[in-house]
């Protein structure tokens, strides 16, 4: 794996250096974090090109430039990424660059549908920071995530779907016949259709110390964070198959990964289990809780409680992983569609929601199965539905 070209010099206490570095965890672009209070070298680079003063967080890129203090909108055009659309009004807005998306983008787009495609984080959602597909038709020898994304990102875009980086949809709006949606950045575009594809996050387990070190030693994304613990020990929360997947990729960097569910026996695959039991550097502790994180500025110990005996210890990771299951990103909808109690969209047969002109797919979705082409076939179906709609508005 190729060292990253952009260093981040920052302090543990300092939230621009969080946010910079969720900023890039999300676009998956790898860099250095350096941490100018351990390195006096470091600590006097950043005085060298800030006139004396330590701003942070201070960026330097592979040609030597540096930003200061930079917005997530100045990273992005740093970054070349496109954050604006070229007009304000299309056929199809569609919300998420998952597979679900992106294949509804695919499809749309060359069926003549004028197409924008908005995405928040990294094109390929979930699936980009996948190590590796192994049961997506057509890839008898499996792919990785990340190449799996950027090929039918591709292909979106060979067909003419417009798409955005690095904006955030909080709001849709309804003008019949017109669907509009407005960023963050309040950019507002509309369309004759739009499509929820946003899938959905690793659920946090809301348990003492997890928002304090967030983006400091706790992490849920092993492909974005697990290059940072070389040598090190970690915990991984979780019995599920994301949770030994990423538990599996992490042993490539880690020394020890110990894997703690709070069931009484895993309920990954049986292959991934057997993968798990069987590789010297992962530990399975089974029916036990994780009760609190210490630590203030740095992860200190990670307190467990068996419960079946009741006995309560602690660990000492550098770092931890949680994989306990996922929750829609469908905030932004509340009180626009339907959305069931856990917030996912229920639909009709053509995977329409309650609002009309507006469809979902993916794993966002009342019903997905979370699976890659599963989610896919959704955005197939999707993009056919919409076309069958727009010929009559």
């Not at 895993?266 to 530990?283: G, H, Y």
Request: glycine fraction near 12%.
């Amino acid at each position: 794996m190729a060292e990253p070209n952009i260093t981040i010099y920052g302090t543990s206490w300092c939230i621009d250096c969080k946010r910079s570095k969720k900023f890039l965890g999300e676009q998956l672009i790898r860099y250095n974090w350096v941490d100018i209070e351990g390195d006096e070298k470091a600590m006097r680079f950043v005085e060298g090109v800030n006139q004396g003063k330590r701003k942070v967080p201070t960026i330097v890129f592979e040609d030597g430039s540096f930003l200061i203090e930079p917005s997530n909108e100045e990273l992005a055009k740093k970054l070349g990424l496109q954050t604006k659309a070229k007009f304000k009004y299309y056929d199809l807005i569609v919300i998420g660059g998952g597979p679900a998306g992106l294949t509804a983008a695919v499809y749309a787009a060359r069926e003549g549908i004028e197409t924008l495609l908005i995405e928040k984080g990294a094109l390929g959602g979930q699936v980009a920071v996948t190590e590796r597909l192994e049961n997506f038709p057509g890839f008898p020898d499996g792919i990785t995530g990340a190449e799996f994304s950027d090929r039918l990102t591709q292909q979106a875009r060979r067909f003419g779907a417009e798409i955005l980086q690095a904006q955030e949809i909080v709001e849709i709006s309804t003008h019949d016949p017109h669907r509009g949606v407005k960023s963050r950045d309040g950019s507002i575009y509309c369309a004759r259709a739009l499509l929820i594809a946003t899938g959905a996050r690793y659920k946090r387990m809301n348990i003492p110390g997890e928002q304090e070190l967030l983006g400091v030693n706790i992490h849920y994304c092993a492909t974005c964070d697990g290059p940072f613990y070389k040598g090190k020990e970690l915990l991984v929360v979780g019995g599920g198959n994301s949770a030994t997947e990423e538990g599996l990729f992490l042993t490539k960097f880690a020394s020890k990964v110990t894997l703690v569910e709070i069931a009484s026996e895993l309920k990954a695959s049986q292959i991934l289990q057997e993968k798990v039991r069987s590789n010297p550097q992962m530990e399975v502790i089974l029916d036990t809780a994780v009760q609190e994180f210490k630590g203030k500025e740095k992860l200190e110990g990670v307190t467990i409680k068996n419960n079946e005996t009741g006995e309560v210890k602690e660990l000492h990771p550098e770092g931890v992983f949680i994989f306990i299951g996922m929750s829609p990103n469908s905030e932004f909808l509340k009180g626009v569609v339907d959305l069931d109690e856990w917030g996912f969209i229920p639909t009709r047969k053509n995977l329409e929601s309650s609002l009309p002109g507006v469809f979902a797919a993916g794993d966002g979705r009342q019903g997905s199965t979370n699976q890659a082409a599963s989610a896919a076939g959704e955005g197939v179906t999707a993009a056919l539905m919409i076309r069958e709609y727009l010929r009559g508005v």
